[in-house]
């Protein structure tokens, strides 16, 4: 879609806003630019929902709750007809991709990596009835991949795609699936709250469905927006949703976007940490600084089979660097070194890391979500360890 | 199946056709299907329900929908959907 198309379609989204939200009345003046209407995130639209939910037929609508795994739950509706729009547009998606109009489709559970005999189930359930299509979290179809191998258990021929879904995917976990299943696995950025943001196209890059949603990038501190191509916060306003809209809506997530005008599309590189907070004696620091690392984790994700890597505030000043690599043995001085520098200079404070490798690193218990960054500082300063 | 010969289709049969293979999958009988129902809110059709739609469409009047046919605005009502598979098998 075109930047002036897109212009026009949130000029009409703004018109159409200001004057059936009573939220934004106040916004409704004749010179006002979409840049002119604040940023919402969880606690802004819970604080106002009265004034932004549509009343809806209850027999319309459908609610679900995010996992509350980034700290605050959250009551999502949907009318029908906007699940319906967002349902297909996920399946056009899919269906570049070769998956069947009449297809089956499995579902691996969040509570994947949590119970043992989880995998032994699935894959029981996959030579039982073979899916046309599996999606689940990078992490646990890795760890399906290797079941797979470990057990020469024959892929169906049914299967034509796998597909990313709640956490970032790896790109040594890409290899190793597409090597076992022999088919694409493919990425997806959403949310609960909205659906689909992005998807994989055909060249591997996460295409932004324009149709669904507008994407923008701001700094995370002033929520200026960013210049194409430098990381900031992801702001995503959604064309679809009605019944609770979403109008700058503060995703969390880090990112930058790149258009590509003569084909058409715009895409979104993802950093892999989310934005949450380091605690300090005197304040608190948005882990939004670990975009400046984007290059250095991403060289670091294709070298000695380095599967995820988490970072851990375990105090105010240390922190652990956790890194799941296949190679066990390598020096991790250097490193240590370039992580304590990095933190020193964008923290402004004296700290210490200690880099740890581990064969594995378990998601969050109840989403399933593995988490790049977690802090075990309490609010008071505590240490939960 | 029904088989039927590709040129039989006119615009009265067609109608009949979708309104009997809408009737099978809202599990309404076909009398309380109108030409100005909608897909969602009169006749539940949800996401999983207008796959099934599709394939039916497909399989019954032999043609091969595209991507771009896959957009759910584009068959609000009944009468929508006998427009779209009119069009379809008179191209």
Redesign the interface.
Known sequence: MSRSVTDARLEQLVREIVTTYPYYQPWNRSSLAFSDLPVMDKTSITRHREQLELTCPQDQTMESFTSGSTGIPFRCVKLLQEKHILSMAMFRRRRQWGLPLKHDLLLLSNRFLAEPHMLEHYARRIMDHPPDMIQGRSSALYELAKYFERNELRIPDKLVLLQNWGEPRQPSHKKRIEQVFGVPFVDYYGMEEIWMIAFSNQDDELEVDDQLVHVEIVDPETLQPLPDGEYGEILVTSFVMRSLPFIRYRTGDIGCICRSPERGRVTLRLAPVRLSQIRLPDRQAQTAIFRYLDKFLYDLSLQRGIRQFQIVQESYTSFRFRIAAEDQSWEVGELTRKFTAFLKQYLAAEVSVRVELVSEIAPHPDSGKFHPFISLVTEKGESLI | MRWVNLSDWNTETVELEVVSILSKISKRPVAHIELTCTL??DL????IK??EL??LL?ETFSFE?G?DD????LYHTVADVVRFVQRRVHS
């Open positions: 969602v809110d539940y059709v949800d996401s207008f796959m599709l394939v497909e929908l991507i896959l957009r759910p605005e």
